[in-house]
């Protein structure tokens, strides 16, 4: 049986993430620059055949694998669906608020003085979780169990599904902050995390019924993408 293995990458910049916004359920489109760099990353996976892909259905992480698709010449083209189940995590009434204001917020509820406070300890994924359950006066945030289990349950029957038809390579399309709480549900060891860069790749690999964490948050496909558009120009 083919080696199970998972490109997992976060969506193209957009407009709210270039405002410093905080974006979780709500959508804003990628911007130029993001749509470029998107762009430059479908040129590093041009000749990467897989088998089956899958985004968030988030329109950023759509338009991100559209744009990634998009430039892939492997042959056949891989069947495309989308899954809820990997959202970003709904940020409840503090969607569309600035970045600092939402990190500004989340420590106070958990008793620390500053952001920088709070990121010195071990905080958890669970802590920050009930931390937005009670900031969320409008009571839209998802419990952590219930994150747990969406992200989980949404990676683990995509590689699950591969693996069964006999493995290759899959791709997704998420987002930050759900990638690096996949990246902690798969490793405890691995850190809360806000430093994954849009287009960036997170490489896994599994085999029957366990995920091996192979890369984090690379940005090599875009760069070398960017070497083949410079080298197409001249």
């Not at 992200?151 to 995509?158: K, R």
């Not at 798969?186 to 091996?212: A, C, E």
């Amino acid at each position: 049986m083919t080696t199970t293995e998972l490109y997992v990458i976060r969506h193209g910049k957009t407009m709210f993430n270039a405002l410093q916004r905080a974006q979780g359920w709500c959508d804003t489109p990628l911007t130029s620059k993001g749509a470029q760099d998107i762009h430059y990353l479908g040129l590093g996976l041009r000749d990467t055949q897989f088998v089956e892909a899958i985004s968030s259905d988030s329109g950023r992480a759509i338009e991100t694998m559209r744009l990634v698709l998009g430039e892939n010449r492997a042959k056949p083209k891989p069947p495309y669906s989308v899954d809820s189940r990997l959202r970003e995590w709904c940020w409840g009434s503090l969607e569309g608020g600035y970045d600092s204001e939402m990190w500004g917020v989340l420590p106070r509820v958990l008793d620390f003085k500053t952001s920088e406070q709070m990121w010195d300890t071990d905080i958890t994924f669970e802590d920050i979780a009930n931390a937005v359950m009670k900031a969320d006066t409008a009571h839209w945030a998802e419990p952590y169990e219930q994150i747990r289990g969406r992200v989980l349950s949404g990676i683990e029957d995509f590689a699950y599904r591969i693996e069964k038809n006999g493995g290759g390579k899959g791709i997704v399309v998420s987002h930050g902050f759900t990638i690096a709480f996949l990246l902690n549900l798969l490793d405890p060891n691995q850190p809360v995390r806000v430093d994954l860069q849009n287009g960036s790749v997170t490489r896994l690999s599994y085999h029957d019924g366990d995920f091996t964490i192979e890369e984090i948050g690379s940005t090599a496909f875009i760069e070398a993408g960017r070497e083949i558009s410079t080298n197409l120009l001249s």
